[in-house]
């Protein structure tokens, strides 16, 4: 690799210290060098037209990778990330290791995996009125009194059951170690082609999650509040970025995106030994 863009958190990097170590490292392997402060609401596409690089390296954590994620549709540049967070699944490189991490990119020895994403839309009065993808999840929640959710997921078109519950969970196998597993849902291998359908403090006695297939389409409708004198708040979010308040009767429609997102990987760890060191880690 020639050419790198460095997308640093300026609450992670202060005063971009390591960051420019990082760079001042690259630079002397005669490598080609940006840096890119985002701020951390920024929309629309990170990269100027033509611009191209060979890699991304983001300095965060993983919220960071998702807005760098959403920054970066369809530019098709692998990406890796430093953790400067607590705990990080998608950015698995520790900041003290990153001179053997950037030798490795400069020598072109590593590994790229592709991750799926969820493409999902807001209907109201049959009209799409917002659309986004998602790396990790598209999540349903309530909002204000607290006050339980009333919700209907169908699967193809077809009801599967009706719920009373703080909200839902669409996660992508990589969005399953994010909120899905603190709701209680299963850890799924990042490399599996399925969508787990997670509901977040459910009031009945069947509280589990569902896997289903990746090609499968989810529908949530928002039904109308078991009092009528209650004001129902309800908002969707898309992997912590884009969020849209809904209202009755709307529906949010989940299924994979024809996009991905794709991941250096440099930890010869397997998923299950990184997920099992994580957990040692909290």
Same mark, same amino acid.
């Given at each position: 690799?020639?050419?790198?863009?460095?997308?640093?958190?300026?609450?992670?990097?202060?005063?971009?210290?390591?960051?420019?170590?990082?760079?001042?490292?690259?630079?002397?392997?005669?490598?080609?060098?940006? +840096?890119?402060?985002?701020?951390?609401?920024?929309? *629309?596409?990170?990269?100027?037209? /033509?611009? #191209?690089?060979?890699? @991304?390296?983001?300095?965060?954590?993983?919220?960071?990778?998702? =807005?760098?994620?959403?920054?970066?549709?369809?530019?098709?540049?692998?990406?890796?990330?430093?953790?400067?967070?607590?705990?990080?699944?998608?950015?698995?490189?520790?900041?003290?290791?990153?001179?053997? %991490?950037? $030798?490795?990119?400069?020598?072109?020895?590593?590994?790229?995996?592709? =991750?799926?994403?969820?493409?999902?839309?807001?209907?109201?009065?049959?009209?799409? &009125?917002?659309?986004?993808?998602?790396?990790?999840? %598209?999540? &349903?929640?309530? /909002? *204000?009194?607290?006050?339980?959710?009333?919700?209907? &997921?169908?699967?193809? *078109?077809?009801? #599967?059951?009706?719920?009373?519950? $703080?909200?839902? @969970?669409?996660?992508?196998?990589?969005?399953?170690?994010?909120?899905?597993?603190?709701? *209680?849902?299963?850890? &799924?291998?990042?490399?599996?082609?399925?969508?787990?359908?997670?509901?977040?403090?459910?009031?009945t006695m069947m509280n589990k999650s569902f896997v289903l297939r990746a090609?499968?389409?989810?529908?949530?409708?928002?039904?109308?509040?078991?009092?009528?004198?209650?004001?129902?708040? %309800?908002?969707?979010?898309?992997d912590g970025c884009d969020r849209v308040k809904l209202q009755e009767n709307?529906?949010?429609?989940?299924?994979?995106?024809?996009?991905? +997102?794709?991941? @250096? =990987?440099?930890?010869?760890?397997?998923?299950?030994?990184?997920?099992?060191?994580?957990?040692?880690?909290?």
């Amino acid at each position: 690799m020639e050419s790198f863009l460095l997308i640093t958190n300026r609450h992670k990097d202060k005063e971009l210290a390591f960051t420019n170590e990082i760079k001042s490292y690259l630079e002397s392997k005669n490598k080609s060098v940006k +840096v890119m402060v985002p701020e951390n609401r920024t929309s *629309g596409n990170l990269l100027e037209d /033509g611009e #191209l690089f060979d890699c @991304i390296v983001v300095l965060g954590g993983d919220g960071t990778i998702l =807005r760098t994620a959403k920054l970066i549709e369809n530019s098709h540049i692998p990406m890796i990330g430093i953790n400067m967070g607590h705990i990080g699944y998608l950015a698995e490189v520790e900041r003290e290791n990153y001179q053997e %991490v950037m $030798d490795a990119l400069c020598d072109n020895t590593f590994e790229l995996e592709d =991750r799926m994403m969820l493409s999902g839309h807001v209907i109201r009065d049959g009209k799409v &009125i917002f659309e986004a993808d998602a790396l990790n999840d %598209v999540v &349903i929640t309530r /909002g *204000g009194f607290l006050q339980v959710l009333n919700y209907e &997921i169908s699967v193809n *078109g077809k009801v #599967l059951k009706q719920y009373k519950a $703080d909200g839902v @969970i669409l996660a992508t196998p990589t969005g399953s170690t994010a909120y899905n597993l603190s709701a *209680g849902g299963p850890v &799924i291998a990042p490399g599996a082609d399925v969508c787990v359908v997670t509901p977040i403090s459910p009031h009945t006695m069947m509280n589990k999650s569902f896997v289903l297939r990746a090609d499968n389409e989810v529908s949530v409708r928002i039904l109308a509040p078991h009092s009528a004198d209650l004001e129902q708040l %309800v908002e969707v979010n898309f992997d912590g970025c884009d969020r849209v308040k809904l209202q009755e009767n709307d529906c949010v429609v989940v299924s994979k995106s024809e996009k991905t +997102v794709t991941l @250096i =990987r440099m930890n010869q760890l397997s998923f299950l030994e990184t997920l099992h060191r994580k957990m040692i880690e909290e």
